[in-house]
């Protein structure tokens, strides 16, 4: 029998202002702070993180990131951070692309790694991977470092004053997580980390989209209007912790392969990743034979509601031929896909069916 395998955070905090407690959150793991942050991020939150190590007695060394996270910039940051004197953790301050890097810097070092997200538009800043790009934008694979961030720490006030695409995107991307999960367990397949699937982890999905339907309509009122509520602070929850570990260690399927090669479409280009797997999930749901017709309709009508992409015209490709979709299902059909993890055989002309299907269908 296979062993399973479950990944999780070495802490998770969460709370308004939670950002003014980063120093002493920080303080056990050494007196010397590495901040991998941009211009942006501190130029909004600088004060209240600096002031924050200040007061813990910390000293710190930050780099700024200009870019994509490419694999050439992670290394030679590694290299600068191992000539610092006793380096304690690398913070990584920002968004999926910020947290990720610190992640790598945090890995190619030995150092632990703490995730501090200012939006929450997608479920990375639990996880144990960095995605990598190009210089112009395209996707360069991904690295797992085999272990969750040390820290996670989330300021509900911070994510309730970032831009509403942000976490409306997030909640697309958290959605999907429990009927890829769900996807993958039914296939017998495997997780992100190679392993099958436990019960915390499948757990951990359904109630990601539990909370999201039970809470997201009332959420997204607050973000709309910057203020933390109750449902904001359990949507983040989903968002960020449950489909964090739900998705690494409960698996992938169509939704997000479709999501990760979206852009060889250019049509799609500017879409924010959350976006692109609300799309794949609508995808996904017309594509699977035994999802109920009710449940996908409860998904897809929620996702409509909160402004998500579900048909070819929300993603720009309202007039779209099978012959245009197909270079992206034939990268869904190559080998190693994601979305071969189904109970179910998927092919290019399957997927191409499905995303026509998205338009033409009755919802």
């Known amino acids: 029998m296979a062993f399973k395998t479950l990944l999780l955070p070495g802490k998770y905090v969460q709370g308004p202002n939670a950002l003014a407690t980063l120093g002493s959150e920080l303080k ?30 910390l000293d710190y060394t930050e780099f700024l990131l200009s870019g994509q996270t490419l694999r050439s910039e992670a290394a030679a940051l590694a290299g600068q951070v ?27 070092t030995g150092l632990p790694v703490a995730s501090v997200p200012t939006v929450a538009s997608n479920d990375s800043p639990t996880s144990s991977f960095t995605v990598w790009y190009t210089e112009d934008g395209r996707g360069d694979g991904f690295d797992t470092w085999g272990r969750c961030p040390d820290l996670v720490l989330v300021d509900s006030q911070v994510i309730a004053g970032a831009p509403v695409r942000m976490f409306i995107a997030g909640l697309g991307d958290a959605l999907a997580t429990w009927y890829e999960a769900k996807a993958v367990a ?3 397949a495997v997780n992100c980390l190679g ?8 757990t951990l999905a359904r109630s990601a989209r539990d909370v999201i339907f039970q809470n997201g309509l009332d959420a997204l009122t607050a973000v ?9 602070e359990q949507v983040l929850e989903a968002t960020i912790l449950y489909s964090g570990v739900g998705f690494e260690s409960g698996g992938l399927a169509t939704a997000h392969q479709m999501a990760n090669n979206m852009g060889i479409l250019k049509e799609t280009h500017g879409l924010l990743h959350g976006e692109e797997v609300a799309f794949g999930l609508a995808t996904q749901l ?10 996908r309709a409860r998904v897809i009508a929620f996702m409509k509601n909160v402004g998500l992409p579900t048909t070819l015209r929300d993603i720009g490709l309202a007039n779209a031929t099978a012959d245009q979709l197909m270079p992206l299902a ?13 109970p179910f055989k998927v092919t290019a002309q399957s997927i191409v069916n499905a995303m026509l299907r998205t338009s033409t269908a009755i919802q």
């Open 28 to 57: 056990r793991f050494g007196n010397n702070v590495v901040l991998v942050w941009d211009s942006c991020v501190k130029g909004l939150f600088g004060t209240t993180v600096l002031d924050s190590l200040r007061d813990a007695g």
């Open 82 to 108: 191992k000539n610092l004197t006793n380096p304690g953790i690398v913070v990584g301050i920002g968004g999926g692309k910020t947290l990720d890097m610190a992640k790598a810097i945090a890995a190619y």
């Open 186 to 188: 039914d296939a017998d």
């Open 195 to 202: 392993t099958p699937v436990t019960v915390a982890a499948l």
């Open 224 to 232: 709309r209007n910057h203020e933390v509520s109750p449902a904001l």
């Open 286 to 295: 017309w594509l699977d034979p035994n999802v109920d017709s009710d449940e």
């Open 330 to 342: 034939e990268i869904c059909e190559q080998p190693g896909s994601f979305a071969h993890n189904h």
